[in-house]
Nanobody, 121 residues
C-alpha cells in the first residue's frame, strides 16, 4: 500500500525553524518526484517546493525561496523540508506528495495526510 506520512510540524515563533519529514512506504520514493504543498484556512492548496527523483533538481515558490530547503534521502525513503526564518504567513497544513515534476496538485498522484505548521508569537 502506497503511503506518505508527514511529521515535524508544530508551533514556532516568527523567525524560527522547523524541519518537516515525509516518510514513504509501499513504494520506492526515488521512483517519483516529491513535492511539498501547503493549505491555509480558506485558501487553495499551493505548491511550496519539489525535488527530482535523484535530487539533482529542485524548485521553490517565490514566497519561500532563500528560506526553505528541500532534500531527500532515498536510502531512508524520506524527503525533508527545512524551513527557516518562518513567518506568520507560512502558517498552514503542509502536505507531501509523490508524482511527476510540477507545481500543481494535478501533477501528483499520492498524498500524505498533512502536518500543521503554526507560526505565531
Amino acid at each position: 500500500q502506497v503511503r506518505l506520512v508527514e511529521s515535524g510540524g508544530g508551533l514556532v515563533q516568527p523567525g524560527g525553524s522547523l524541519r518537516l519529514s515525509c516518510a514513504a512506504s509501499g513504494f520506492d520514493v526515488d521512483d517519483y518526484v516529491i513535492g511539498w504543498f501547503r493549505q491555509a484556512p480558506g485558501k487553495e492548496r499551493e505548491g511550496v517546493s519539489c525535488i527530482s527523483r535523484r535530487g539533482s533538481s529542485t524548485s521553490y515558490a517565490d514566497s519561500v525561496k532563500g528560506r526553505f530547503t528541500i532534500s531527500r534521502d532515498n536510502a531512508k525513503n524520506t524527503v525533508y523540508l527545512q524551513m527557516n526564518s518562518l513567518k506568520p504567513e507560512d502558517t498552514a497544513v503542509y502536505y507531501c506528495a509523490a508524482g511527476n515534476w510540477g507545481t500543481t496538485t494535478r501533477d501528483y498522484s499520492y498524498w500524505g495526510q498533512g502536518t500543521q505548521v503554526t507560526v505565531s508569537s
